[in-house]
């Protein structure tokens, strides 16, 4: 690799690096140090053909997408990781803040299974239309659409603040909460 090449990296990974891991993070449930593993084999990977890649962040986000489904697929005959207690269901609404919202989300994507999180952050934190997420995902349309369904069915009852039972001015998008997520 050329000099220049070399520095365009290093550049790309000091700007980029923050929300690279924080994709990351999202798409292994939470597991910091698997996300923190997961970045890496993507960076390597990106390192290695870097001269020819034309849309760096896109690519690595690729790479990410790619080798947690990969991940994913190999550990299917394993169970579920599981945590020793669940959260305490949420009480009153009204006075919750963003921040208890945004953990009781975090919370709640980490009780989905592995495809429903997938589906749930490439549409609604990533913001791709259904047809990208099937392409990543390598399965039809339809299977994204009713994965979708089923996920935000499930959110909405592990978060009742998500619900459309909410008032009009509580009510906000799940979208939305998820982009703030990205702090």
């Known amino acids: 690799m050329e000099a220049s090449s070399h520095d ?27 996300a923190e593993d997961l970045l890496q084999i993507a960076l390597m990977k990106a390192y290695g053909r870097w001269a020819q890649i034309e849309q760096p962040e896109a690519y690595v986000r ?3 997408y790619r080798q947690q489904v990969n991940r994913w697929r190999l550990r299917r005959h394993r169970a579920e990781t599981t945590v020793p207690v ?11 803040s963003d921040s208890e919202l ?7 994507l980490g009780r989905l299974t592995k ?17 990208e997420v099937a392409a990543l995902l390598r399965c039809p349309v339809g299977t994204v659409r009713s994965t979708a369904h089923r ?10 603040e998500l619900g459309p039972e909410r008032p009009a001015e509580q009510a906000r998008p799940l979208s939305y ?4 997520m990205r702090g």
């Not at 365009?8 to 980029?16: H, N, P, Q, S, T």
């Not at 690279?20 to 698997?34: K, N, Q, S």
Request: charge should be neutral; aromatic fraction near 6%; avoid cysteine.
């Open 8 to 34: 365009d990296f290093r550049e790309f990974v000091a700007m980029r690096s923050t929300a690279l891991l924080r994709l990351a993070v999202l798409l292994t449930g939470g597991d910091r140090h698997a």
């Open 62 to 64: 690729q790479i990410l």
């Open 86 to 96: 669940l959260p305490e269901p949420g009480g009153d609404v009204g006075g919750e």
């Open 102 to 108: 945004r953990i009781a989300l975090w919370a709640a």
């Open 115 to 131: 495809r429903q999180r997938a589906v749930v952050v490439l549409r609604y934190f990533e913001d791709l239309p259904e047809g």
């Open 151 to 160: 996920s935000l069915e499930k959110l909405r009852g592990l978060v009742p």
């Open 177 to 180: 909460t998820a982009k703030e």
